[in-house]
């Protein structure tokens, strides 16, 4: 994990041999396996990667490289992508060391056939019934697939051309790295975005954004019964906003939404976006809805340590370092 | 623009209507509708039907008199190809009721095979399976309606899927030859919009001319023992006001519309 690890911290190799003093020749042969680092030049590399030497020795999981998804991929740098990914297969040891199979996993992966004979539409109202969504508004998406096991995190994630990443490796459990730059009702949209990647997506094709669009519509405003408040009467922004307080997604996602199930023609979905753009609306939307914070990993360290494990037996479980531990899951937990 | 599929029409022998029997080769459908174009011409059927070519036409009727109108075609034209478009498009299928069993002057709601053979029995050159319309998206209801068709057991059927307009665009044009591709019976498109004109929909016009993208999918279809392609596409006009021929699609300002039918994929 050496390599991962590094990555994870942003820095390249002649930035770590020159702060380590290890030589940048012999970390790319620890980082492909090659050679063993001695136990001072480990630790010296542990030191300033701020890791425990143990993760750095760990063997790579190839299974376990995620996926990115952005709306705007190719504008995020491919520095910030390769960090985060890093990031992400790194936060992957710290869930299954907290967690350890405390939750089980109640989702099931659902790839779409490759004759298109199942649409993402139907995947998503499945998944929502697998989740005990029933009918109407999702109202709290992370606490909802946090009780099916999979686990939210949310921080700063460096770039705000990035909203949030999913990676489901085989044998283990659905992680979201989920950034906290986004207003709630994106990050709504974002994560069941994620989700749809996460249920339907193993392996990368063109078509997987839109798909992954369509599970999120259709996940958190399903046709039967939003197209009944979209048509109720006249769409327009006012009643958008009013909507927007019940289906908790933004005004943007809610009239595309109208005009995927031709509640509204052409001409007028045209027309309210400009309605929209001239408001300033495309920016900050009215309708302020209450933030989502994921909870589950914070809870489980909380009960980890009622019942006397200390703050440094499960921050090893975690493959971090004790104050960063802290940091990720006590601070910013209660915080 | 010139389909040049289309534009030279395969000569069947059958001309007339041809009791149903066990052909060799192409299906019974294939035969009996395949290379026509089918004119649908509403009120003015009877006047229309002269002009219409016995060799290489036929005519649809609609509408709640399509019957009556079939037994007066039917006697003035004996060699009249003709189908007769069930009011079923007009109801939307669900999950639950993907077919819409009605029939006018009927105290109980007929079976499905009283409504197909009704149809032949007034002269119909095969029976159109009564669908209702699938609205956009509604995979369910458009899986309900295969798998009632699915039960008919008869090989002069043609299943028709009445959908929403949308669902020839990229979204969800694959879901729907996935389906019409399990289809045990020939598939016909009938096109159509809740809300205003479905051709002035944008992507309307790309929608109709996308029955090519219809025919790369059903070429890829499985074969059959034979070698002949196992499906074919008959294009359906979802609205009366609308001339739809070839890959051209333009206003014609009368009440009649063409009916494209490609049985290509040999």
Do not use: C
């Amino acid at each position: 994990m050496l390599g991962t690890v590094r990555v994870a911290r942003g820095l390249t190799q002649a930035e770590l041999a020159k702060s380590s003093g290890v030589s940048q020749a012999v970390l790319s042969k620890a980082e492909s396996g090659l050679v063993s680092l001695d136990e001072a030049r480990l630790a010296a590399v542990a030191d300033v990667l701020g890791a425990p030497a143990g993760l750095l020795t760990l063997p790579v999981d190839e299974g376990a490289v995620p996926y990115v998804f952005h709306r705007k991929r190719s504008t995020l740098p491919l520095s910030v992508a390769n960090r985060l990914r890093a990031e992400l297969e790194w936060l992957h040891l710290q869930v299954a060391g907290v967690v350890a199979g405390e939750v089980p996993v109640g989702l099931a992966r659902h790839p779409l056939p490759p004759d298109g004979f199942e649409s993402p539409e139907e995947i998503a109202r499945e998944v929502r019934a697998s989740l005990g969504v029933t009918t109407g508004p999702v109202m709290d998406l992370v606490a909802s697939l946090e009780a099916a096991g999979v686990v939210v995190i949310k921080r700063p994630l460096g770039s705000e051309r990035i909203d949030a990443m999913v990676s489901w490796p085989e044998a283990h459990r659905p992680v979201v790295l989920l950034g906290d730059h986004i207003p709630p009702d994106r990050q709504r949209f974002s994560l069941a975005h994620e989700l749809a990647h996460a249920v339907m997506h193993q392996v990368p094709s063109e078509s997987q954004e839109a798909e992954a669009d369509r599970f999120a519509a259709e996940f958190l405003m399903p046709a039967q019964v939003v197209r009944g408040d979209l048509s109720r009467g006249p769409v327009t922004v006012p009643a958008l906003a009013q909507l927007k307080s019940k289906w908790r997604v933004s005004i943007a996602a809610l009239l595309r939404r109208a005009w995927d199930l031709d509640v509204i023609s052409d001409g007028r979905y045209r027309q309210l976006n400009i309605e929209l753009s001239r408001a300033g609306y495309r920016s900050i939307e009215p309708v302020v809805l209450v933030d989502e914070v994921p909870a589950l990993m914070g809870d489980l360290v909380s009960k980890r340590l009622e019942l006397g494990e200390s703050v440094a037996d499960i921050a090893r479980d975690a493959f971090l370092n004790e104050e960063e531990f802290a940091d990720l899951y006590l601070r910013r937990a209660a915080a | 623009m010139t389909d040049q599929i289309n534009a030279q029409p395969i000569r069947t022998q059958v001309a007339t209507p041809t009791p149903r029997e066990a052909l060799a080769g192409a299906s019974y459908v294939d035969r009996v509708v395949g290379g026509r174009v089918f004119t649908m011409a509403g009120s003015e059927t009877m006047s229309t039907a002269p002009h219409v070519s016995l060799e290489h036409s036929g005519m649809v009727l609609s509408g709640p008199t399509a019957l009556l109108t079939a037994a007066h075609l039917h006697a003035r034209h004996p060699g009249m190809v003709f189908l007769i478009e069930p009011m079923s498009g007009k109801t939307m299928a669900s999950k639950e009721r993907p077919l819409i069993l009605e029939m006018q002057d009927s105290l109980f709601p007929p079976t499905v095979e009283e409504m197909l053979q009704r149809q032949r029995v007034a002269g119909a050159v095969a029976a159109v399976i009564p669908a209702g319309f699938v609205d956009l998206g509604d995979a369910e209801a458009l899986k309900a309606v295969l798998g009632a068709a699915q039960r008919v057991e008869r090989d002069d059927a043609i299943l028709p899927i009445f959908a929403h307009q949308k669902w020839m665009g990229p979204d969800h044009i694959g879901q729907l030859i996935a389906v019409a591709k399990r289809s045990e019976h020939r598939v016909a498109l009938a096109l159509g919009a809740k809300q205003g004109d479905p051709l002035a929909m944008k992507g309307g016009v790309e929608g109709y001319r996308a029955r090519s993208l219809l025919r790369r999918g059903f070429r890829s279809a499985p074969q059959r023992p034979g070698g002949r392609g196992r499906y074919s596409t008959l294009l359906v006009s979802g609205v009366s006001q609308f001339q739809i021929h070839v890959d051209a699609v333009s206003r014609s300002g009368s009440s009649s519309a063409v009916i494209t039918v490609g049985v290509t994929d040999r």
